[in-house]
């Protein structure tokens, strides 16, 4: 059964930070490129960062550079994104997806429909 898991959200205060992680299951993790995507109630889904499945090279939204890492274990079957300096507007549902990557980076963060798995969602909540 194919699965992605995400973890590590909740509430924490403004500069704080929090590590998510996505834990896969079912299909072969390497061979796939994983995006984090978020959705603020009101708000259109944001693709957050990206990793590939091919050179490990990393993909980051404007909002999140500088404070966003994203980083790959394939022997553990899991992606993490470690947030750092979070914000208010950082606050979401986050989401993991694995796509089979076609495109550059840039490209494929603004294509979900290349995505072949998502996980269920993690909230994450920035407030004082």
């Known amino acids: 059964q194919v699965r992605l898991v995400e973890s590590g959200g909740g509430l924490v205060q403004p500069g704080g930070s929090l590590r998510l992680s996505c834990a896969a299951s079912?299909?072969?993790?390497?061979?796939?490129?994983i995006g984090w995507f978020r959705q603020a109630p009101g708000k259109e889904r944001e693709g957050v960062s990206l990793i590939s499945s091919i050179d490990g090279s990393t993909y980051y939204a404007d909002s999140v550079k500088g404070r966003f890492t994203i980083s790959r274990d394939n022997a553990k079957s899991t992606v993490y994104l470690q947030m750092n300096s979070l914000k208010p507007e950082d606050t979401a549902v986050y989401y993991c997806?694995?796509?089979?990557?076609?495109?550059?980076?840039?490209?494929?963060?603004?294509?979900?429909?290349?995505?072949?798995?998502w996980g269920q969602g993690t909230q994450v909540t920035v407030s004082s």
């Open positions: 079912g299909f072969p993790l390497d061979y796939y490129a």
């Open positions: 997806a694995a796509a089979i990557q076609r495109v550059s980076l840039n490209q494929l963060i603004r294509l979900p429909r290349e995505y072949d798995y």
